[in-house]
């Protein structure tokens, strides 16, 4: 069973478009990371939330974490071709130090 | 400050054998964790310290892996007889415990080819 659900696992677009990664769970979490992974490199942090409702932006990307703290979502205006990677969350559950992670968005933006 | 890295980026090693990994975590950072990523996966967590304390292990990590952090800095992951079903990238990351999160650093891993 996969705690950390992520939709869509594959999206294609071209640059300029919007796009939205979606990152769902039943359980609560603490904490939710967001990570981009290049191929054969290990996952870089985008943004970290805490806080039930909270928005954050970095740039084109904007992050929001669900009120009741099961999910979250990724948005990205414009996409460009050095959007494309793997996005990845992951949440910590109260308790339990290790990360959870979903299985990613491969996202490619093509020129 | 230079991240977390780890040594070697790379093995490619034969059924059966033994492999060592190092993870250098980031310096100020108490928390070292060891995490497993097979293709098309998320990564799945193996293991981590607390300074030089070993807290949590998964059921992931069966008795032929060991996870070492001698004196809170730098960890190393054995693998004995390995299997091809170790084959996977190996990722370590690193946290400053914190009172209201713990974000983990994640290093670039070492992708183990078990033939």
């Known amino acids: 069973t996969q705690l950390l659900e992520q939709s869509p696992q594959f999206l294609s677009i071209q640059e300029g478009e919007n796009l939205t990664v979606y990152c769902n769970s039943s359980s609560v979490f603490s904490s939710l990371q967001w990570y981009r992974q290049e191929p054969g490199e290990g996952p870089v942090l985008l943004v970290t939330v805490v806080t039930g409702g909270e928005v954050k932006k970095l740039k084109r990307l904007t992050f929001q974490f669900g009120d009741a703290r099961k999910d979250s979502s990724l948005h990205i205006t414009a996409a460009q071709p050095g959007d494309t990677g793997l996005y990845l969350c992951?949440?910590?559950?109260?308790?339990?130090?290790?990360?959870?992670f979903g299985k990613g968005t491969k996202l490619t933006v093509n020129p | 400050d230079t991240g977390v890295s780890q040594d070697p980026r790379h093995k490619i090693t034969k059924r059966g054998q033994n492999v060592t990994f190092r993870c250098d975590p980031i310096?100020?950072?108490?928390?070292l964790y060891w995490y497993r990523q097979t293709l098309g996966q998320g990564p799945e967590f193996l293991t981590y310290?607390?300074?030089?304390?070993?807290?949590?292990k998964s059921r992931l990590l069966s008795d032929r892996f060991s996870a070492e952090r001698p004196k809170g800095s730098f960890s190393t992951l054995e693998i004995q007889r390995t299997e091809q079903g170790d084959s996977a990238m190996y990722l370590c990351?690193?946290?400053?415990?914190?009172?209201?999160?713990?974000?983990?650093?994640f290093g670039p891993g070492t992708r183990l080819t078990v033939l």
């Open positions: 992951a949440g910590a559950r109260g308790g339990s130090e290790k990360l959870v």
């Open positions: 310290f607390q300074n030089e304390a070993q807290l949590e």
């Open positions: 990351a690193s946290s400053l415990l914190r009172p209201s999160t713990d974000t983990q650093y």
């Open positions: 310096s100020e950072h108490n928390r």
